[in-house]
Nanobody, 121 residues
Framework: QVQLVESGGGLVQPGGSLRLSCTAS????????MGWYRQAPGNEREWVAT???????KYEDFVKGRFTISRDNAENTVYLQMNSLKPEDTAIYYC???????????????WGQGTQVTVSS
């Protein structure tokens, strides 16, 4: 059973910073892409950033220059450093991982339960 668990959300003032973490646990062979998505009230879930196992990162335009994604392969953990936060960044942030449970089986997407980020004065 593969589980992804996020942490690090909370309430922060505009212009502040937060660091989200997501750790995968359970029995699996490898994790290829890991990433973050978010969903604001009344909106669809949207992609924020992804990072490959080799560290190649991609970002949605609205977070470029403010958010940084990184990962620790040994710890099966992905991070999202969020700086210069804006009220419009308020959302539930979800971790995603493409997990190959058995070698050669092909990766399947797994999701965390989400962590709330609220940016407000």
């Amino acid at each position: 059973q593969v589980q992804l668990v996020e942490s690090g959300g909370g309430l922060v003032q505009p212009g502040g910073s937060l660091r989200l973490s997501c750790t995968a646990s359970g029995r699996f062979f490898a994790i290829s892409l890991m990433g973050w998505y978010r969903q604001a009230p009344g909106n669809e879930r949207e992609w924020v950033a992804t990072i490959s196992r080799l560290g190649n990162a991609k970002y949605e335009d609205f977070v470029k220059g403010r958010f940084t994604i990184s990962r620790d392969n040994a710890e099966n953990t992905v991070y999202l450093q969020m700086n210069s936060l804006k009220p419009e960044d308020t959302a539930i942030y979800y971790c995603n991982g493409l997990v190959e449970v058995l070698e050669g089986q092909g990766p399947m997407p797994y999701w965390g339960q989400g962590t709330q980020v609220t940016v407000s004065s």
